[in-house]
């Protein structure tokens, strides 16, 4: 029975609904007024131009599904509003960071996306001067859209835009292109951890900025991120005079977009001073330009304007210099006292995420789009047909699809929950099987090692052994020999310590050459002791066995009695040569 019904409402649906939506069609026009309609409504409560709205924190679960909900209204409407060219490419512009702001990256990009299309195939209906004022706005969309991808993973993607933003923004001929290259260094130093192409885009971003906009906010930024490199690299001697530079021109500098002094990087920019003074020891200046910092800090504290942030960066650099000028006393207090704003951030941040991670996830975002798609199918089901019996019908139709619609995905949605739990159920019990193959693969590593000590110090004890023979010798000699002997034995010492800090470093080197022969090795042969998978590398490079003999430490018998070990382990034959299966391995 519900078969047939099925099918009649399919027919209804083909032949009645496709008259009634050409009767009732809304013009281009109308969708602009709705558009505003709904825009009105969400800036109502929170406002375009409110900080606020690009706050996640500023939402609760209810409010954000609300505005989202009318937010996806907007771009549904948006698609079909022609004729308003520079407000569609605004209003896609505000969606992509208003997205990116309140932590949906991959809305923002689909947003971001729909920008670009749209500009790419309605810019000749643009002015001039809306063109040109777009080409700031297409340089910044595209950072924005590389920093999206970055984030979510899609590192390759993430190139590729950055690249196609530094081939657009360098004909400009303005900052967007030394910015843009900025952005590149910095997805390097953020995402894929490459200190020296990141140092490359710095530098390249650095010079164009103070060649063309030396005057320019974007040169302390720049000199901040070359600055970070160095102390990352401990070079404190080339940052410090970055970050000295940097203080100095925060505090005259007027920053290009709010038109007012940038506290915060000043007080950045002073901190990382101090610290890097500190750690070459100049404290004096150091405390110097401590107590500079400490003013501003004081008058930002008065004013209420003082981040929570900037107060830990401040604290933090006042602790470490209270600490090298050992007043342990007071920078124990700072200690306390960072620790203290430490745990306020943490909670915030706990409580943050907590609330979004249960309440606004990616199955709530599903829910909110699909309620919101029901919903305009019934409200445009509700508008007014001049013929009164395809209204009719078209109504009641609609009525029983979307009755039937909410069935089926009712029970979809029972069906993926089920599926979900069964996941998840199998994801622990493969979780906790991999912890315990990780366990055991440490325990055996841990044999190993220790396997390896126990051989090192037998060897170091039959030296101490000949150590003590020789020292017998020399007590019982008389003085016209002791002091050859006693000069062979300074010269045996040394050539042990020689040996044993050269062999060192030849074995941490031969480690890293061969981490890719010893990975392979461990897993056809896991079994394998430390020692014997540095013998089989040695063989591999076709040394001989008197200097594999020496390398070790011990004789040529006993290399022998280690080869003889090893062809066990790796289960050879008597037939086949160890040497030659090593070199093929």
Not at 181 to 188: A, E, K, R
Not at 300 to 310: A, F, K, P, V
């Amino acid at each position: 029975m519900l078969k047939y019904y099925t099918s009649f409402l399919f027919i209804v649906a083909v032949t009645i609904l496709p008259l009634w939506t050409q009767s009732t069609a809304l013009t281009t026009e109308t969708y602009f007024r709705q558009y505003e309609q709904i825009s009105d409504s969400m800036a109502s409560v929170f406002p375009e131009n409110d900080i606020k709205t690009y706050r996640r924190v500023s939402f609760s679960d209810a409010e954000m599904q609300w505005y989202l909900s009318l937010h996806f209204k907007c771009l549904d409407v948006l698609k079909h509003i022609e004729g308003h060219t520079k407000f569609v490419l605004d209003s896609y512009l505000h969606s992509g960071n208003w997205f990116r702001e309140v932590g949906f990256p991959k809305e923002s990009i689909k947003s971001y996306l729909d920008f670009f299309t749209y500009y790419e195939a309605h810019e000749h209906l643009l002015t001039f001067d809306e063109r040109d004022k777009f080409k700031e706005m297409r340089s910044y969309a595209g950072s924005i859209l590389a920093e999206n991808y970055a984030k979510l993973g899609l590192l390759d993607n993430a190139t590729s835009r950055h690249k196609i933003n530094m081939a657009f923004s360098k004909n400009l001929n303005y900052i967007y292109h030394p910015s843009s290259i900025n952005n590149y260094g910095l997805f390097f130093y953020w995402h894929k951890k490459d200190l020296d192409s990141a140092m490359y885009y710095f530098e390249r971003a650095y010079a164009l900025t103070q060649a063309k906009f030396p005057k320019h906010t974007l040169n302390g930024s720049i000199r901040d991120n070359i600055a970070d490199i160095y102390m990352e690299q401990q070079a404190y001697d080339k940052a410090q005079p970055l970050y000295a530079q940097n203080f100095k021109f925060y505090k005259t500098a007027i920053n290009e977009e709010t038109l007012t002094k940038d506290i915060p990087r000043l007080i950045s920019a002073g901190t990382q001073l101090i610290t890097a003074n500190t750690h070459l020891n100049r404290l004096e200046a150091a405390q110097h330009i401590f107590n500079d910092l400490e003013s501003v800090v004081k008058l930002d504290e008065t004013t209420h304007n003082l981040s929570t942030s900037s107060k830990l960066e401040f604290l933090s650099a006042k602790e470490l210099l209270l600490r090298t000028q050992n007043n342990i006393s007071e920078a124990y207090i700072t200690a306390k006292q960072i620790a203290h704003v430490s745990d306020s951030l943490q909670a915030l941040a706990n409580h943050a995420d907590k609330k979004w991670q249960e309440e606004l996830n990616d199955i709530t975002i599903d829910k909110i789009e699909l309620n919101f798609k029901i919903d305009r199918i019934q409200k445009e089901n509700m508008i007014k047909n001049q013929r009164a019996k395809l209204w009719f019908i078209g109504l009641l139709s609609s009525i029983f699809i979307i009755i039937l619609v909410a069935l089926i995905i009712s029970r979809r949605q029972h069906l993926i929950n089920a599926k979900n739990k069964q996941l998840l159920a199998e994801q622990q019990l493969e979780n906790s099987a991999l912890k315990v193959e990780q366990l055991n693969s440490e325990i055996q590593s841990k044999e190993r090692d220790l396997s390896d000590f126990a051989i090192k110090l037998t060897q170091d004890q039959d030296w101490a052994k000949e150590l003590a023979e020789q020292l017998e010798v020399i007590k019982q000699a008389n003085s016209q020999e002791r002091p050859k002997l006693i000069n062979d034995l300074d010269v045996a010492i040394s050539n042990k310590i020689s040996v044993d800090s050269d062999t060192q470093e030849f074995f941490e080197r031969l480690d890293k050459l061969s981490d890719a022969f010893y990975s392979q090795l461990m897993k056809r042969y896991p079994n394998l002791s430390k020692n014997e998978i540095r013998l089989c590398s040695l063989i591999r490079l076709k040394i001989e066995s008197r200097r594999i003999a020496t390398l070790q430490n011990i004789t040529l018998a006993s290399l022998n009695t280690s080869r003889y070990r090893l062809r066990k382990k790796l289960n050879l034959s008597e037939d086949t040569d160890l040497d030659f299966f090593i070199q093929n391995i």
